[in-house]
């Protein structure tokens, strides 16, 4: 198509795809949006780092060739006050990859904001935030080394589709009579109504992004993030979509969190990502005690719009959070700050937030020496203590500098040589022994790293006790009495006998069977007094359906088996423990 203003470079040539990739050839054209307000300063400064980076990563071999495209302020300019022209749109989609800063949406406009409309008419589904604390950078936390998550929120539902009516407007009216008379609902007259859908569609393509993220880069969990609990079917149907999505897409590679404690005793297998699920406002506690349990976040619009900005404060604000919005292969990535028209033309903001979409830019081509070299080279500039005001404010003994400037001193420390090899090594280092502790808490207290964590006991897997004491069926009831006191024990399992069928020897029983029948404990052997045959239940029961069990058999106990063999015991103790301890949501 012939554009009215864009201009592509002769000498560049644009991305493809290709059975389902991306095919980036070394001279790509990358399209960008300079942005309204600071726009300007931050994409001037970070078009240099981002071909600085390309060039010394490469040597020259590769080189983005930019092609300027237009929305906003500048647009309108040029289009006859049009802030969205159409043929922006069509470049956007013809060169598959692009970056923007920030846009002002015009007062009365006829769209919520340029950025929505984006999302929109392109279908970027997935808003991908990710939020890492590098090296120097002012934080809140006492260990903001801590968080690194990327969020993956999804962009086109819940109460952001638009539908809602106006207090009193005749289409409240309507639905509020509807609503009441057929549906019988009930709410205060004169409400001002909204429609909250969540669709298997959008839920599982975004979390079907999350997880392809997650085993590509090595992330260690994919958590869906939900209010599943209070709107069962809406966020509860999130929820239960996206494990779908995991067991019948990604069953080779993901487990479960019921699997990781119920079949490998907290120690995921090598390759695997564990999928699990938290309450939206428990989420946000954990992102501040205990951030680096979670590595991947999959939400609805709301919750993941709240939570991304909520972690970025975690780690320097957003004035350094990259971002980008994508679909299938389109994507498009952006500053996820305002414009900040006072800063205008200044030299003066962070470049932060556009220069690390950037770095997300290069990773999404593959092009991942040159984003390696900029978040590597970052943090050595931020020890040097040379920073913009916004930062400068905050460290001590700080060198103020300008937005260009910044830019040259982080040019400068790339072109002045750092080990990426080594730094990489370092960092994965780190990670191996970060894994391995959380892995050694899970296998040593898996209720209390349960608890930690915020997950609520769902399954006998959760609460059940995986060390068993056993005795041999032959074995006098007065030794399985000895070993039971000296485990501090109520009850004792016990081996199969000749028909292969286990038991269970309680206290209950010597009292009833020993010492009520006069009986010697020398004498008389545990297979003598033992319950069995026993109920053995598998560890994805759920406690409902255990607590049935238990009183359907009138037992107290249930061994809990796997493949054939016994690999822990539950009780009604542990189960009222359960509800005492968590509380207990009815269905």
């Given at each position: 198509?012939?554009?009215?203003?864009?201009?592509?470079?002769?000498?560049?040539?644009?991305?493809?795809?290709?059975?389902?990739?991306?095919?980036?050839?070394?001279?790509?054209?990358?399209?960008?949006?300079?942005?309204?307000?600071?726009?300007?300063?931050?994409?001037?400064?970070?078009?240099?780092?981002?071909?600085?980076?390309?060039?010394?990563?490469?040597?020259?071999?590769?080189?983005?060739?930019?092609?300027?495209?237009?929305?906003?302020?500048?647009?309108?300019?040029?289009?006859?006050?049009?802030?969205?022209?159409?043929?922006?749109?069509?470049?956007?989609?013809?060169?598959?990859?692009?970056?923007?800063?920030?846009?002002?949406?015009?007062?009365?406009?006829?769209?919520?904001?340029?950025?929505?409309?984006?999302?929109?008419?392109?279908?970027?589904?997935?808003?991908?935030?990710?939020?890492?604390?590098?090296?120097?950078?002012?934080?809140?936390?006492?260990?903001?080394?801590?968080?690194?998550?990327?969020?993956?929120?999804?962009?086109?539902?819940?109460?952001?589709?638009?539908?809602?009516?106006?207090?009193?407007?005749?289409?409240?009216?309507?639905?509020?009579?509807?609503?009441?008379?057929?549906?019988?609902?009930?709410?205060?007259?004169?409400?001002?109504?909204?429609?909250?859908?969540?669709?298997?569609?959008?839920?599982?393509?975004?979390?079907?992004?999350?997880?392809?993220?997650?085993?590509?880069?090595?992330?260690?969990?994919?958590?869906?993030?939900?209010?599943?609990?209070?709107?069962?079917?809406?966020?509860?149907?999130?929820?239960?979509?996206?494990?779908?999505?995991?067991?019948?897409?990604?069953?080779?590679?993901?487990?479960?969190?019921?699997?990781?404690?119920?079949?490998?005793?907290?120690?995921?297998?090598?390759?695997?990502?564990?999928?699990?699920?938290?309450?939206?406002?428990?989420?946000?506690?954990?992102?501040?005690?205990?951030?680096?349990?979670?590595?991947?976040?999959?939400?609805?619009?709301?919750?993941?719009?709240?939570?991304?900005?909520?972690?970025?404060?975690?780690?320097?604000?957003?004035?350094?959070?990259?971002?980008?919005?994508?679909?299938?292969?389109?994507?498009?990535?952006?500053?996820?700050?305002?414009?900040?028209?006072?800063?205008?033309?200044?030299?003066?903001?962070?470049?932060?937030?556009?220069?690390?979409?950037?770095?997300?830019?290069?990773?999404?081509?593959?092009?991942?020496?040159?984003?390696?070299?900029?978040?590597?080279?970052?943090?050595?500039?931020?020890?040097?203590k040379i920073v913009t005001y916004d930062f400068a404010r905050q460290i001590d003994g700080?060198?103020?500098?300008?937005?260009?400037?910044?830019?040259?001193?982080?040019?400068?420390?790339?072109?002045?040589?750092?080990?990426?090899?080594?730094?990489?090594?370092?960092?994965?280092?780190?990670?191996?022994?970060?894994?391995?502790?959380?892995?050694?808490?899970?296998?040593?207290?898996?209720?209390?790293?349960?608890?930690?964590?915020?997950?609520?006991?769902?399954?006998?897997?959760?609460?059940?006790?995986?060390?068993?004491?056993?005795?041999?069926?032959?074995?006098?009831?007065?030794?399985?009495?000895?070993?039971?006191?000296?485990?501090?024990?109520?009850?004792?399992?016990?081996?199969?006998?000749?028909?292969?069928?286990?038991?269970?020897?309680?206290?209950?029983?010597?009292?009833?069977?020993?010492?009520?029948?006069?009986?010697?404990?020398?004498?008389?052997?545990?297979?003598?007094?033992?319950?069995?045959?026993?109920?053995?239940?598998?560890?994805?029961?759920?406690?409902?359906?255990?607590?049935?069990?238990?009183?359907?058999?009138?037992?107290?106990?249930?061994?809990?088996?796997?493949?054939?063999?016994?690999?822990?015991?539950?009780?009604?103790?542990?189960?009222?423990?359960?509800?005492?301890?968590?509380?207990?949501?009815?269905?």
């Open positions: 198509m012939g554009y009215k203003h864009i201009r592509y470079p002769s000498d560049g040539e644009k991305i493809t795809v290709k059975d389902g990739q991306l095919k980036v050839p070394d001279n790509p054209i990358l399209g960008y949006v300079e942005g309204d307000g600071i726009g300007p300063d931050i994409t001037k400064a970070c078009l240099r780092i981002w071909d600085a980076a390309v060039e010394i990563a490469y040597n020259g071999r590769r080189k983005v060739h930019w092609a300027e495209l237009f929305l906003g302020e500048k647009a309108a300019g040029l289009y006859d006050g049009d802030y969205f022209p159409a043929e922006t749109l069509e470049a956007v989609k013809d060169l598959i990859v692009a970056i923007k800063g920030p846009l002002t949406t015009p007062v009365g406009g006829g769209f919520r904001s340029l950025n929505v409309a984006l999302r929109q008419e392109l279908d970027l589904y997935a808003c991908v935030r990710p939020v890492r604390h590098y090296a120097g950078v002012p934080s809140p936390l006492k260990k903001p080394e801590k968080v690194d998550v990327v969020i993956f929120r999804e962009n086109t539902e819940d109460v952001y589709s638009g539908i809602e009516f106006q207090s009193g407007s005749d289409d409240q009216k309507k639905l509020e009579t509807f609503l009441r008379d057929e549906m019988g609902a009930t709410f205060f007259d004169e409400s001002g109504l909204g429609v909250k859908p969540i669709s298997p569609f959008a839920t599982k393509r975004l979390v079907r992004k999350a997880i392809q993220y997650a085993i590509d880069n090595g992330r260690e969990s994919v958590t869906l993030v939900h209010k599943g609990n209070i709107m069962k079917f809406t966020e509860g149907a999130f929820r239960n979509w996206g494990y779908e999505v995991a067991r019948e897409e990604f069953g080779e590679l993901t487990i479960t969190e019921d699997e990781l404690y119920s079949e490998y005793n907290g120690r995921a297998p090598e390759g695997k990502v564990v999928i699990k699920d938290r309450i939206a406002d428990i989420i946000f506690q954990l992102m501040l005690l205990r951030p680096d349990e979670f590595d991947v976040l999959a939400t609805m619009n709301l919750n993941g719009d709240y939570l991304s900005d909520a972690c970025a404060a975690e780690v320097g604000g957003v004035g350094i959070a990259p971002g980008a919005n994508m679909a299938d292969h389109v994507a498009v990535f952006e500053a996820t700050h305002g414009t900040a028209p006072k800063y205008a033309n200044q030299n003066k903001v962070n470049p932060g937030s556009l220069l690390f979409s950037g770095v997300m830019m290069l990773e999404y081509i593959g092009w991942q020496e040159a984003a390696d070299l900029i978040t590597l080279s970052y943090p050595e500039v931020i020890r040097d700080a060198t103020e500098v300008g937005t260009s400037q910044f830019a040259d001193a982080l040019i400068e420390q790339m072109r002045g040589g750092i080990d990426l090899e080594a730094k990489r090594k370092q960092r994965h280092e780190q990670l191996v022994k970060e894994r391995k502790q959380r892995e050694i808490r899970r296998l040593l207290e898996p209720l209390e790293e349960m608890i930690a964590t915020g997950r609520t006991p769902q399954t006998v897997s959760d609460i059940m006790t995986r060390t068993l004491i056993t005795v041999a069926d032959s074995a006098s009831v007065d030794e399985a009495m000895h070993l039971m006191q000296s485990e501090n024990v109520s009850s004792i399992v016990v081996e199969p006998n000749d028909a292969g069928e286990w038991g269970i020897m309680t206290r209950r029983d010597i009292v009833t069977k020993i010492v009520r029948s006069n009986l010697s404990p020398t004498d008389t052997t545990v297979g003598e007094i033992c319950s069995r045959p026993v109920f053995a239940v598998p560890p994805d029961m759920s406690l409902r359906e255990a607590a049935s069990a238990m009183a359907d058999k009138n037992f107290s106990r249930l061994l809990v088996e796997k493949d054939g063999d016994m690999i822990g015991i539950a009780s009604e103790t542990d189960i009222f423990e359960t509800v005492e301890r968590f509380g207990w949501a009815a269905e």
